[in-house]
């Protein structure tokens, strides 16, 4: 009997273990670093926070990527069109120079649809 709930429990660690191994696969996939290399670079990180500085010239548009909750700082005016997921939600906002914006975990697209090109870092917490 104890031998089959050892058993039971063994296999209930592991497949915890596979659910938390695609979870944390699925997260890294969407990474935004990894995802938007071409507007997206760390600039800080350690094992509290990331700063990502992210610059995207009008009219370009950011592949769907994630991030965690934290800080965005708004380092120049810009208009962006977002599409948040899974709800496929799309907004327009005009951002302004100094202004600092909390944003809970969000998955979404980002698309410059301004005429000047988008500045901001954002400091996310681990």
Same mark, same amino acid.
């Given at each position: 009997?104890?031998? =089959?709930?050892? %058993?039971?429990?063994?296999?209930?660690?592991?497949?915890t273990?596979?659910?938390?191994?695609?979870?944390? %696969?699925?997260?890294?996939?969407?990474?935004?670093?990894?995802?938007?290399? *071409?507007?997206?670079?760390?600039?800080?990180?350690?094992?509290f926070?990331?700063?990502?500085? *992210?610059?995207?010239?009008?009219?370009?548009?950011?592949?769907?990527?994630?991030?965690?909750?934290?800080?965005?700082?708004?380092?120049?005016?810009? *208009? @962006?069109?977002?599409?948040?997921?899974?709800?496929?939600?799309?907004? =327009?906002?005009?951002?302004?120079?100094? *202004? @600092?914006?909390?944003?809970?975990?969000?998955?979404?697209?980002? =698309?410059? @649809?301004?005429?000047?090109?988008?500045?901001? @870092?954002?400091?996310?917490?681990?």
């Amino acid at each position: 009997m104890k031998l =089959r709930v050892y %058993s039971l429990i063994g296999a209930g660690i592991f497949a915890t273990a596979l659910i938390g191994l695609r979870i944390s %696969s699925a997260q890294e996939e969407l990474d935004s670093i990894k995802v938007c290399p *071409d507007t997206q670079k760390v600039v800080f990180e350690n094992a509290f926070v990331r700063a990502i500085d *992210d610059q995207i010239p009008p009219g370009v548009a950011e592949k769907k990527h994630q991030h965690r909750h934290g800080l965005t700082v708004i380092l120049t005016n810009y *208009d @962006v069109e977002q599409k948040t997921y899974p709800e496929g939600k799309i907004t =327009r906002t005009h951002r302004k120079f100094g *202004d @600092v914006n909390w944003s809970e975990p969000i998955v979404h697209e980002v =698309r410059n @649809v301004g005429t000047t090109p988008s500045h901001a @870092v954002r400091i996310e917490l681990k």
